[in-house]
Protein backbone atom coordinates (compact mmCIF):
# COMPACT_ATOMS: atom_id res chain seq x y z
CA UNK A 1 0.00 0.00 0.00
CA UNK A 2 1.48 3.64 -1.05
CA UNK A 3 1.77 5.87 1.79
CA UNK A 4 -0.65 8.16 2.18
CA UNK A 5 -0.41 11.85 2.51
CA UNK A 6 -2.09 14.20 4.98
CA UNK A 7 -2.53 18.04 4.52
CA UNK A 8 -2.83 20.99 6.65
CA UNK A 9 -5.13 23.69 6.52
CA UNK A 10 -4.05 27.17 5.58
CA UNK A 11 -2.41 28.64 8.87
CA UNK A 12 -2.96 25.21 10.74
CA UNK A 13 -0.25 23.12 12.67
CA UNK A 14 1.30 25.92 14.95
CA UNK A 15 2.36 24.15 17.68
CA UNK A 16 4.18 21.49 15.61
CA UNK A 17 5.76 24.09 13.66
CA UNK A 18 6.60 25.61 17.23
CA UNK A 19 8.54 22.46 18.01
CA UNK A 20 5.69 20.32 19.18
CA UNK A 21 4.74 16.72 17.95
CA UNK A 22 0.75 16.90 17.15
CA UNK A 23 -1.30 17.35 14.96
CA UNK A 24 -5.58 17.60 15.99
CA UNK A 25 -8.44 16.52 14.28
CA UNK A 26 -9.52 19.85 13.30
CA UNK A 27 -6.01 20.96 11.82
CA UNK A 28 -6.20 19.09 8.86
CA UNK A 29 -8.16 19.77 5.40
CA UNK A 30 -7.65 16.17 3.64
CA UNK A 31 -5.87 13.00 3.60
CA UNK A 32 -4.68 11.58 0.21
CA UNK A 33 -4.31 8.03 0.15
CA UNK A 34 -5.44 4.34 1.69
CA UNK A 35 -4.36 4.15 5.10
CA UNK A 36 -5.51 2.02 8.01
CA UNK A 37 -5.48 3.53 11.55
CA UNK A 38 -1.92 3.54 13.52
CA UNK A 39 -0.02 3.74 10.02
CA UNK A 40 2.37 5.98 9.40
CA UNK A 41 1.86 8.82 7.00
CA UNK A 42 3.24 11.80 5.30
CA UNK A 43 2.25 15.27 6.70
CA UNK A 44 2.30 18.57 4.22
CA UNK A 45 1.55 22.16 4.68
CA UNK A 46 -1.36 22.84 3.11
CA UNK A 47 0.74 24.27 0.04
CA UNK A 48 2.54 20.97 -0.39
CA UNK A 49 5.21 21.77 0.99
CA UNK A 50 6.78 18.58 3.23
CA UNK A 51 6.99 18.86 7.15
CA UNK A 52 7.63 14.84 8.06
CA UNK A 53 5.91 11.84 9.24
CA UNK A 54 4.02 10.83 12.07
CA UNK A 55 1.31 7.65 12.34
CA UNK A 56 -2.54 8.52 11.99
CA UNK A 57 -5.43 7.89 14.61
CA UNK A 58 -9.05 9.03 13.27
CA UNK A 59 -10.32 7.45 16.59
CA UNK A 60 -8.15 10.61 18.64
CA UNK A 61 -8.48 13.73 18.42
CA UNK A 62 -4.63 14.09 18.23
CA UNK A 63 -5.01 12.61 15.11
CA UNK A 64 -1.52 12.75 14.04
CA UNK A 65 1.68 11.71 16.60
CA UNK A 66 4.77 13.26 14.67
CA UNK A 67 7.71 10.56 14.14
CA UNK A 68 10.04 13.06 12.20
CA UNK A 69 10.31 16.16 10.61
CA UNK A 70 12.62 14.84 7.87
CA UNK A 71 9.95 13.40 5.55
CA UNK A 72 12.34 11.25 3.63
CA UNK A 73 13.60 9.38 7.27
CA UNK A 74 12.27 6.09 7.63
CA UNK A 75 10.34 5.21 10.45
CA UNK A 76 11.98 1.81 10.85
CA UNK A 77 14.71 -0.10 13.45
CA UNK A 78 17.30 2.30 12.63
CA UNK A 79 15.09 5.66 14.13
CA UNK A 80 13.92 3.89 16.79
CA UNK A 81 17.08 1.83 18.22
CA UNK A 82 18.47 6.06 17.97
CA UNK A 83 15.61 7.40 19.90
CA UNK A 84 16.07 4.62 22.52
CA UNK A 85 20.31 4.48 22.85
CA UNK A 86 19.93 8.68 22.83
CA UNK A 87 17.37 8.03 25.93
CA UNK A 88 19.30 5.61 27.28
CA UNK A 89 22.79 7.87 27.24
CA UNK A 90 20.84 10.99 28.57
CA UNK A 91 19.14 9.05 32.00
CA UNK A 92 23.35 8.14 32.50
CA UNK A 93 24.18 11.65 32.77
CA UNK A 94 21.36 12.93 34.73
CA UNK A 95 19.64 10.91 37.05
CA UNK A 96 20.81 7.37 39.46
CA UNK A 97 19.11 4.66 36.46
CA UNK A 98 18.74 1.78 39.01
CA UNK A 99 14.93 2.97 39.45
CA UNK A 100 14.20 5.46 36.46
CA UNK A 101 12.03 6.39 33.60
CA UNK A 102 13.55 5.59 30.74
CA UNK A 103 11.79 6.92 28.29
CA UNK A 104 8.78 9.68 28.49
CA UNK A 105 7.27 10.20 25.26
CA UNK A 106 7.20 12.87 23.62
CA UNK A 107 10.21 14.11 25.90
CA UNK A 108 11.69 11.38 24.10
CA UNK A 109 10.57 11.83 20.47
CA UNK A 110 8.63 8.32 20.99
CA UNK A 111 4.88 10.18 21.66
CA UNK A 112 2.69 8.12 23.73
CA UNK A 113 4.86 5.60 25.23
CA UNK A 114 5.90 5.60 28.59
CA UNK A 115 8.58 3.01 29.96
CA UNK A 116 9.85 2.89 33.97
CA UNK A 117 12.89 0.85 35.42
CA UNK A 118 12.54 -0.82 38.67
CA UNK A 119 15.96 -2.51 39.84
CA UNK A 120 15.89 -4.50 36.86
CA UNK A 121 12.23 -4.83 36.15
CA UNK A 122 10.81 -2.68 33.31
CA UNK A 123 7.09 -1.23 33.19
CA UNK A 124 5.55 -0.20 29.85
CA UNK A 125 2.59 1.93 29.29
CA UNK A 126 1.41 2.59 25.79
CA UNK A 127 -1.12 5.20 25.05
CA UNK A 128 -1.21 5.58 21.24
CA UNK A 129 -2.29 3.35 18.52
CA UNK A 130 0.91 3.79 16.14
CA UNK A 131 3.18 3.21 19.23
CA UNK A 132 1.73 0.33 20.48
CA UNK A 133 2.23 -1.04 17.29
CA UNK A 134 5.76 -0.31 17.33
CA UNK A 135 6.09 -1.12 21.50
CA UNK A 136 7.33 -4.52 21.08
CA UNK A 137 10.15 -3.36 18.76
CA UNK A 138 11.15 -0.80 20.74
CA UNK A 139 10.99 -2.90 23.83
CA UNK A 140 13.70 -5.19 22.32
CA UNK A 141 15.98 -2.22 20.80
CA UNK A 142 15.51 -1.24 24.49
CA UNK A 143 16.48 -4.43 26.89
CA UNK A 144 19.18 -4.74 23.94
CA UNK A 145 20.39 -1.30 24.30
CA UNK A 146 20.80 -1.71 28.23
CA UNK A 147 22.26 -5.28 28.02
CA UNK A 148 25.22 -3.99 25.93
CA UNK A 149 26.04 -1.62 28.99
CA UNK A 150 25.84 -4.62 31.39
CA UNK A 151 22.38 -3.62 32.62
CA UNK A 152 20.49 -6.96 33.28
CA UNK A 153 16.42 -6.90 32.61
CA UNK A 154 14.82 -9.80 34.86
CA UNK A 155 11.12 -8.70 33.06
CA UNK A 156 8.50 -6.44 31.50
CA UNK A 157 5.24 -5.71 33.05
CA UNK A 158 2.70 -3.87 30.61
CA UNK A 159 0.05 -1.82 32.51
CA UNK A 160 -1.32 -0.18 29.82
CA UNK A 161 -4.48 -0.40 31.83
CA UNK A 162 -5.36 3.83 31.73
CA UNK A 163 -8.48 4.95 30.25
CA UNK A 164 -6.35 7.46 27.91
CA UNK A 165 -6.54 4.17 25.95
CA UNK A 166 -10.43 4.10 25.19
CA UNK A 167 -9.80 7.92 23.98
CA UNK A 168 -7.54 6.10 21.15
CA UNK A 169 -9.97 3.21 20.24
CA UNK A 170 -7.99 0.90 21.86
CA UNK A 171 -8.57 -1.82 25.06
CA UNK A 172 -6.77 -1.35 28.28
CA UNK A 173 -4.70 -4.10 28.98
CA UNK A 174 -2.14 -5.27 31.24
CA UNK A 175 0.55 -8.12 32.13
CA UNK A 176 3.34 -9.62 31.77
CA UNK A 177 5.50 -9.08 28.16
CA UNK A 178 7.88 -11.30 29.89
CA UNK A 179 7.81 -15.03 31.53
CA UNK A 180 6.38 -13.92 34.84
CA UNK A 181 8.13 -13.00 37.79
CA UNK A 182 7.25 -11.45 41.54
CA UNK A 183 5.56 -7.84 41.03
CA UNK A 184 6.47 -6.40 44.51
CA UNK A 185 10.07 -5.14 43.15
CA UNK A 186 12.43 -3.91 45.46
CA UNK A 187 14.25 -0.55 45.05
CA UNK A 188 16.10 1.87 46.62
CA UNK A 189 15.65 5.91 46.01
CA UNK A 190 17.32 8.62 47.91
CA UNK A 191 18.75 5.96 50.87
CA UNK A 192 15.31 4.44 51.47
CA UNK A 193 14.24 0.99 50.44
CA UNK A 194 10.42 0.34 48.76
CA UNK A 195 8.38 -2.68 47.21
CA UNK A 196 7.13 -1.26 44.35
CA UNK A 197 3.87 -3.45 43.57
CA UNK A 198 3.80 -3.19 39.26
CA UNK A 199 0.66 -4.79 39.07
CA UNK A 200 -1.79 -3.20 41.38
CA UNK A 201 -0.60 0.24 42.06
CA UNK A 202 -1.06 3.40 40.73
CA UNK A 203 -0.04 4.31 37.05
CA UNK A 204 3.29 2.07 36.64
CA UNK A 205 3.53 0.91 40.74
CA UNK A 206 5.88 4.37 42.05
CA UNK A 207 5.63 7.88 41.26
CA UNK A 208 9.71 8.41 39.89
CA UNK A 209 9.17 12.36 39.04
CA UNK A 210 9.17 13.38 42.87
CA UNK A 211 12.74 11.73 43.35
CA UNK A 212 14.60 15.07 44.28
CA UNK A 213 11.65 16.81 45.79
CA UNK A 214 11.17 14.29 48.21
CA UNK A 215 15.37 14.02 49.08
CA UNK A 216 14.27 18.35 49.35
CA UNK A 217 11.93 17.83 51.83
CA UNK A 218 13.64 15.33 53.64
CA UNK A 219 16.32 18.31 54.66
CA UNK A 220 14.23 19.96 56.55
CA UNK A 221 12.31 17.42 58.22
CA UNK A 222 15.17 17.23 61.71
CA UNK A 223 13.66 16.67 64.42
CA UNK A 224 10.12 17.51 63.08
CA UNK A 225 6.11 16.75 63.46
CA UNK A 226 5.60 16.36 59.92
CA UNK A 227 2.18 15.82 58.08
CA UNK A 228 2.60 13.97 54.59
CA UNK A 229 -0.88 14.35 52.60
CA UNK A 230 -2.14 12.08 50.00
CA UNK A 231 0.84 9.92 50.89
CA UNK A 232 0.41 7.28 48.30
CA UNK A 233 2.91 4.56 49.24
CA UNK A 234 4.91 6.87 52.02
CA UNK A 235 7.38 8.21 49.73
CA UNK A 236 7.66 11.94 50.95
CA UNK A 237 6.65 10.59 54.94
CA UNK A 238 9.85 7.63 54.65
CA UNK A 239 12.48 10.71 53.09
CA UNK A 240 10.79 12.80 56.06
CA UNK A 241 11.92 10.19 58.72
CA UNK A 242 15.13 9.15 56.93
CA UNK A 243 15.86 12.86 57.48
CA UNK A 244 15.39 12.91 61.11
CA UNK A 245 12.05 13.79 61.85
CA UNK A 246 10.73 12.99 65.25
CA UNK A 247 7.42 11.81 64.24
CA UNK A 248 5.17 11.15 60.62
CA UNK A 249 2.01 11.17 59.95
CA UNK A 250 1.07 9.71 56.60
CA UNK A 251 -2.69 10.17 55.05
CA UNK A 252 -3.97 8.63 52.13
CA UNK A 253 -7.93 7.60 51.07
CA UNK A 254 -6.53 4.10 49.60
CA UNK A 255 -6.09 1.45 52.00
CA UNK A 256 -3.96 -0.35 49.50
CA UNK A 257 -1.36 2.44 49.60
CA UNK A 258 -1.70 2.45 53.29
CA UNK A 259 -0.75 -0.98 53.71
CA UNK A 260 1.82 -0.82 51.12
CA UNK A 261 3.49 2.58 53.03
CA UNK A 262 3.43 0.90 56.22
CA UNK A 263 5.09 -2.26 54.74
CA UNK A 264 7.91 0.27 53.00
CA UNK A 265 7.92 1.68 56.21
CA UNK A 266 8.54 -1.40 58.36
CA UNK A 267 11.31 -2.27 55.71
CA UNK A 268 13.21 0.56 56.61
CA UNK A 269 12.93 0.83 60.34
CA UNK A 270 10.31 3.48 60.58
CA UNK A 271 7.26 2.24 61.94
CA UNK A 272 8.33 3.86 65.60
CA UNK A 273 8.32 7.36 63.96
CA UNK A 274 6.35 6.92 60.94
CA UNK A 275 2.19 6.30 61.56
CA UNK A 276 0.04 6.00 58.45
CA UNK A 277 -3.79 6.42 58.14
CA UNK A 278 -6.57 6.11 55.55
CA UNK A 279 -9.18 8.60 55.74
CA UNK A 280 -10.05 11.31 52.82
CA UNK A 281 -7.66 14.39 53.39
CA UNK A 282 -9.72 17.02 53.23
CA UNK A 283 -12.04 15.71 55.93
CA UNK A 284 -9.08 15.02 58.00
CA UNK A 285 -7.34 18.54 57.95
CA UNK A 286 -10.24 20.36 59.36
CA UNK A 287 -10.69 17.83 62.36
CA UNK A 288 -7.04 18.21 62.70
CA UNK A 289 -7.09 21.90 63.13
CA UNK A 290 -10.06 21.74 65.57
CA UNK A 291 -8.05 19.45 67.84
CA UNK A 292 -5.21 21.97 68.10
CA UNK A 293 -2.39 20.08 65.95
CA UNK A 294 -0.02 21.93 64.52
CA UNK A 295 3.30 20.24 62.61
CA UNK A 296 6.67 21.90 61.62
CA UNK A 297 5.91 20.68 58.12
CA UNK A 298 3.23 19.69 55.77
CA UNK A 299 3.44 18.03 52.74
CA UNK A 300 0.33 18.19 50.07
CA UNK A 301 1.11 15.96 47.12
CA UNK A 302 -2.27 15.30 45.29
CA UNK A 303 -3.32 13.47 42.46
CA UNK A 304 -4.02 15.76 39.65
CA UNK A 305 -7.58 17.56 40.42
CA UNK A 306 -7.77 18.13 36.31
CA UNK A 307 -7.23 16.45 33.54
CA UNK A 308 -8.91 18.42 30.77
CA UNK A 309 -9.54 22.53 30.08
CA UNK A 310 -12.44 22.33 30.46
CA UNK A 311 -12.34 21.26 34.40
CA UNK A 312 -9.55 23.71 35.18
CA UNK A 313 -11.53 25.77 37.18
CA UNK A 314 -12.91 23.65 39.41
CA UNK A 315 -9.44 22.21 39.98
CA UNK A 316 -8.46 25.27 41.09
CA UNK A 317 -10.82 25.78 43.81
CA UNK A 318 -9.58 22.30 45.23
CA UNK A 319 -5.95 23.00 44.75
CA UNK A 320 -7.12 26.30 46.83
CA UNK A 321 -9.27 24.56 49.25
CA UNK A 322 -6.42 22.05 50.37
CA UNK A 323 -3.62 24.62 50.34
CA UNK A 324 -5.75 27.19 52.92
CA UNK A 325 -6.54 23.52 55.20
CA UNK A 326 -2.85 22.78 54.85
CA UNK A 327 -1.30 25.86 55.73
CA UNK A 328 -3.47 26.31 58.73
CA UNK A 329 -1.70 23.19 60.23
CA UNK A 330 1.47 24.66 59.89
CA UNK A 331 3.26 25.79 62.73
CA UNK A 332 5.08 29.55 62.80
CA UNK A 333 8.10 29.49 60.73
CA UNK A 334 7.37 25.63 59.89
CA UNK A 335 7.59 24.54 56.03
CA UNK A 336 5.08 23.63 53.64
CA UNK A 337 5.80 21.49 50.21
CA UNK A 338 3.06 21.94 47.94
CA UNK A 339 2.33 20.78 44.39
CA UNK A 340 0.54 19.71 41.54
CA UNK A 341 1.00 17.63 38.76
CA UNK A 342 -1.65 18.05 36.08
CA UNK A 343 0.03 20.04 33.11
CA UNK A 344 -3.69 22.32 32.19
CA UNK A 345 -3.14 23.83 35.88
CA UNK A 346 -0.12 26.34 34.55
CA UNK A 347 2.72 27.55 36.53
CA UNK A 348 1.11 30.77 36.60
CA UNK A 349 -2.34 29.32 37.63
CA UNK A 350 -0.76 27.27 40.47
CA UNK A 351 0.87 29.87 42.10
CA UNK A 352 -2.12 32.35 42.21
CA UNK A 353 -3.98 29.95 44.07
CA UNK A 354 -1.49 29.21 46.36
CA UNK A 355 -1.33 32.78 46.70
CA UNK A 356 -4.86 32.85 47.25
CA UNK A 357 -5.11 30.56 49.78
CA UNK A 358 -2.52 32.21 51.95
CA UNK A 359 -4.18 34.90 52.13
CA UNK A 360 -6.98 33.70 53.07
CA UNK A 361 -4.86 31.77 55.65
CA UNK A 362 -3.82 34.99 56.90
CA UNK A 363 -0.34 33.41 56.64
CA UNK A 364 2.88 35.12 54.48
CA UNK A 365 4.98 32.57 52.21
CA UNK A 366 8.67 32.85 51.89
CA UNK A 367 9.38 30.92 49.25
CA UNK A 368 12.72 27.99 49.61
CA UNK A 369 12.40 26.58 46.30
CA UNK A 370 10.21 25.86 43.48
CA UNK A 371 11.43 22.76 41.41
CA UNK A 372 10.02 20.43 39.07
CA UNK A 373 9.80 16.85 37.64
CA UNK A 374 13.08 14.89 37.77
CA UNK A 375 14.81 15.03 35.03
CA UNK A 376 14.41 11.25 33.45
CA UNK A 377 11.25 13.06 32.85
CA UNK A 378 12.41 15.70 30.66
CA UNK A 379 10.43 18.79 29.53
CA UNK A 380 10.33 19.79 25.93
CA UNK A 381 9.74 23.02 25.23
CA UNK A 382 6.52 23.64 22.99
CA UNK A 383 5.07 20.53 24.29
CA UNK A 384 3.13 21.30 26.85
CA UNK A 385 2.14 18.00 27.84
CA UNK A 386 5.72 16.94 28.98
CA UNK A 387 5.80 20.15 31.83
CA UNK A 388 3.22 18.88 34.29
CA UNK A 389 4.55 18.74 37.85
CA UNK A 390 5.02 22.42 39.82
CA UNK A 391 6.11 21.89 43.44
CA UNK A 392 7.10 24.61 46.19
CA UNK A 393 8.46 24.88 49.26
CA UNK A 394 7.43 27.40 51.44
CA UNK A 395 8.02 28.75 54.68
CA UNK A 396 5.49 30.22 56.73
CA UNK A 397 5.02 33.07 58.95
CA UNK A 398 1.98 34.53 61.12
CA UNK A 399 2.14 38.22 62.26
CA UNK A 400 4.24 41.34 61.14
CA UNK A 401 7.41 39.84 61.75
Not at 304 to 314: H, I, L, P, Y
Not at 315 to 320: D, E, F, L, N, T
Not at 379 to 389: T, V
Amino acid sequence: MAEATAYLKKGEGRQFKAGGLWIYDNELDRIEGAYENGAVLRLCDWNGYPLGRGFINNASKIRIRMMTRDPDEAVDDALLRRRVEAAWEYRKKVVDTSACRLLFGEADFLPGLTVDKFGDVLVVESLALGIDRMKDRILALLVETLEKDGVSVRGIYERSDAKERLKEGMERKKGFLSAPFETKVPITENGVRYLVDVENGQKTGFFLDQKYNRAAVGRLCAGADVLDCFTHTGSFALNAARGGAKRVLGVDASELAVAQAKENAALNGFSDRAEFLAADVFDLLPTLAQEGRRFDVVILDPPAFTKSRDSVKNAAKGYREINLRGMRLVKDGGFLATCSCSHFMTPELFAKTVAEAARAAHVRLRQVEFRTQSPDHPILWNAAESYYLKFYIFQLSRGLS
